[in-house]
């Protein structure tokens, strides 16, 4: 995943049993097909080039099984690491908290969510029958990725959808070498555990 054209978009499918979802570029091209898989004590995600699954690309695993304040490694084809996300515990109860790692555990991002009281909605509305399905519709969350100096990098933003089941990532600012894929997979991995939550 180097040098994508943003803006990606991620959309769900919700004709599947597992949490899976297919990432397009800015011309509509496949970049990569994401995969939740089901039944397992401890978290893991695998990245493949194309809905096919026939060439894996990343994996992605929780370094324990309770998820609450765990990393998420991110592992090439080779199984070499290249980054990890972590969840800040308390932090992300209220509002999502999410802190991305390079290779050698240097920490290089935070990923903040814009407004916690857009999800409170969405989450409570989606509760009531009818009205339920279109909250989708209304209320959309969005994420931000910065850099320690407070330099803003990437959004993640809900879009209207039955179901909340496409987000677009913006690039703002330029990345350097390995950020990119680094971000990518950290929104990826966080998306899955957000909409989990609701």
Not at 28 to 43: A, H, M, P
Not at 104 to 128: M, Y
Request: net charge neutral; hydrophobic share 40%.
């Amino acid at each position: 995943m180097q040098a994508l054209d943003f803006p990606l978009d991620f959309q769900f499918k919700v004709t599947t049993l597992a949490n899976d979802f297919t990432v397009k570029d800015a011309n509509g091209f496949t970049v990569c097909y994401v995969r939740q898989k089901l039944f397992k004590f401890v978290e893991e995600v695998a990245v493949y080039s194309s809905e096919s699954q026939s060439e894996l690309l990343y994996t992605i695993k929780a370094n324990q099984w309770i998820d609450f304040s765990a990393a998420y490694i991110f592992r090439d084809n080779t199984g070499r690491e290249i980054g990890r996300v972590a969840r800040k515990g308390w932090a992300s109860l209220w509002k999502a908290h999410y802190e991305v790692y390079d290779q050698n555990q240097q920490q290089d991002f935070t990923i903040r969510e814009g407004n916690a009281w857009v999800k409170v909605a969405d989450a409570l509305l989606g509760e009531i029958p009818l009205i339920g399905i279109l909250t989708g519709y209304f209320f959309n969350p969005s994420y931000h990725v910065t850099r320690p100096d407070g330099t803003r990098i990437a959004t993640l933003q809900k879009q209207k959808s039955f179901y909340g089941r496409k987000f677009t990532v913006t690039q703002e600012s330029d990345f350097e070498a390995g950020e990119q894929e680094r971000i990518v997979l950290s929104l990826m991995m966080m998306i899955l555990l957000e909409r989990r939550r609701g």
